[in-house]
C-alpha cells in the first residue's frame, strides 16, 4: 500500500466517560492522518508510474492525486474502521485503514464523475478534476474524455488497494462483492438524480449517499473482522438511517453552508434546481406568493445572488430549514436506538454515539 502512518495509535487509549462527539472526533483527526499518509504513498507511486506514458496521462493521474489529497474529512474510512472494531477493538486497524484508503478512491471516483456531469469548476476549495483537465488539455472535447477517464482511473485504483487487503481469502471474497453493491447503489441514485424520477426523497438518498457514506463503511469493515450476525444486523440498522441525514446536512450546508468553510459553490443547488429534501420540503410547505418566490429562483440559473440570499432567508423564516433539522434528528435518534442491547466493544459504541451526534450537526 506504500507509506503508512502511525496505525498503532490510531485506536488510541480507553475513553472512559469521555464525551462521544469529542471521542469521535479525536478518532476522526486520527484516521485522517493515517490514511492520509498511505493515499499519498500509494498515489505518488501511481503518478510516476504513469509518467513512462507521456504528459497526458501523467496529467490525469495527477489530476486524481490532487483531488484525492485536499481535504476531505475521512469520515468513510473512519466509520469502516469502527464496523471493523465493532465486537472486539483490540484487532490490528491495518485492514480498516487500507479499505478506507479504497473507499477514499470510490470518492474521488463519483466526485470526478459527479463534476463532469454538473459542470462544477469548483471541488475541496480548489479547481476539480474538469477544470484541471481543460486548463491542461486547452480543448473541451479532449479535457472532457480525460476527465471521464480520471473517474474511471480512480476506480480502478480504489479496486487494486481493495484486491491486496491483509486478510482471510473469504472475507476479502465478501468484502469485494459488499463494495461492488456499494458501487452499483451509488449509480443506481446518480441515474434517478440525473433523470429527476425522484419521487421518495429518503430512499434516494439511501442510493445515492447512505450506501457508500455510512450504512457501506460500517458494514465494509465488519465484514473484514467477520461479526457476528447481531451486530452486523444493528450496524447496518444504524448506518441506514444516518446516511440519509448525512446527504440532508449536505443539502442545508449547499443552500445554506458557508463557501470558505465547506469549498463548494452555495446556493447552486437552487439555480440548478437539485432535487434536494430543501426543495422538496419548500414545495411542500410554501403557499402564494412565497411559493412563487421560490419557484423563480428554483432551476433559473440566471438567478441574482441576492434573489437566492432572498429565497434562502425565506426558507428559514417559513420553517423549511426547522423542519429538515427535525427530520435529521429523528433519522439520527433512530441510529442510536438501533445500538441498544447489541454486543458492541465500549469504544466502538462511544464512536458510534458520537459519529451520530457530529453528523446531525455538522457546520462544513
Given at each position: 500500500m506504500g507509506e503508512r502512518g502511525e496505525s498503532d495509535d490510531v485506536v488510541g487509549k480507553g475513553m472512559v466517560g469521555e464525551d462521544p462527539a469529542h471521542a469521535f472526533a479525536a478518532l476522526?483527526?486520527?484516521?485522517?492522518?493515517?490514511?492520509?499518509?498511505?493515499?499519498?504513498?500509494?498515489?505518488?507511486?501511481r503518478v510516476s508510474e504513469t509518467a513512462q506514458h507521456g504528459a497526458d496521462v501523467e496529467a490525469m493521474a495527477r489530476a486524481v492525486r490532487d483531488l484525492t489529497l485536499r481535504g476531505g474529512k475521512r469520515m468513510r474510512p473512519a466509520l469502516a474502521l469502527v464496523g471493523y472494531l465493532a465486537a472486539d477493538d483490540t484487532l490490528a486497524p491495518e485492514p480498516a485503514l487500507d479499505a478506507g484508503v479504497a473507499l477514499e478512491l470510490l470518492q474521488t471516483y463519483l466526485l470526478v464523475h459527479d463534476d463532469w456531469m454538473d459542470g462544477d469548476d469548483l471541488r475541496r476549495g480548489g479547481p476539480?478534476?474538469?477544470?484541471?483537465?481543460?486548463?491542461?488539455?486547452?480543448?473541451?472535447?479532449?479535457a472532457d474524455a480525460a476527465s471521464i477517464l480520471a473517474g474511471d482511473y480512480a476506480s480502478a485504483l480504489c479496486l487494486d488497494v481493495l484486491s491486496r487487503l491483509d486478510t482471510a481469502p473469504d472475507r476479502l471474497l465478501?468484502?469485494?462483492?459488499?463494495?461492488?453493491?456499494?458501487?452499483?447503489?451509488?449509480?443506481?441514485?446518480?441515474?434517478?438524480?440525473?433523470?429527476?424520477?425522484?419521487?421518495?426523497?429518503?430512499?434516494?438518498?439511501?442510493?445515492?449517499?447512505g450506501s457508500y457514506t455510512v450504512r457501506g463503511p460500517l458494514v465494509l469493515g465488519a465484514t473484514l473482522a467477520a461479526v457476528s450476525p447481531s451486530v452486523m444486523a444493528a450496524l447496518e440498522e444504524y448506518?441506514?438511517?444516518?446516511?440519509i441525514a448525512f446527504q440532508m446536512q449536505d443539502d442545508l450546508l449547499g443552500t445554506f453552508g458557508?463557501?470558505?468553510?465547506?469549498?463548494?459553490?452555495?446556493?447552486?443547488?437552487?439555480r440548478r434546481g437539485k432535487r434536494t429534501v430543501v426543495s422538496f420540503e419548500a414545495r411542500r410547505m410554501l403557499k402564494g406568493a412565497d411559493l412563487r418566490k421560490f419557484e423563480r429562483v428554483f432551476g433559473n440559473p440566471h438567478a441574482s445572488a441576492q434573489s437566492v440570499r432572498d429565497v434562502t432567508s425565506m426558507l428559514e423564516q417559513q420553517g423549511v430549514v426547522a423542519a429538515v433539522v427535525r427530520r435529521i434528528h429523528e433519522l439520527a435518534n433512530a441510529a442510536v436506538s438501533a445500538?441498544?442491547?447489541?454486543?458492541?466493544?465500549?469504544?466502538s459504541r462511544t464512536w458510534l454515539l458520537g459519529a451520530a451526534s457530529i453528523i446531525a450537526s455538522r457546520l462544513d
Open positions: 476522526l483527526e486520527q484516521v485522517r492522518r493515517d490514511v492520509d499518509a498511505r493515499l499519498a504513498g500509494y498515489l505518488d507511486a476539480s478534476v474538469p477544470a484541471m483537465m481543460r486548463k491542461h488539455h486547452r480543448d473541451r472535447q479532449a465478501k468484502a469485494v462483492g459488499l463494495f461492488a453493491q456499494i458501487e452499483q447503489d451509488v449509480i443506481v441514485g446518480q441515474q434517478i438524480d440525473v433523470s429527476g424520477e425522484v419521487a421518495d426523497v429518503e430512499s434516494y438518498y439511501a442510493l445515492k449517499t448506518g441506514s438511517p444516518l446516511g458557508d463557501s470558505a468553510r465547506t469549498g463548494k459553490p452555495v446556493g447552486e443547488d437552487l445500538l441498544v442491547d447489541v454486543p458492541l466493544s465500549s469504544r
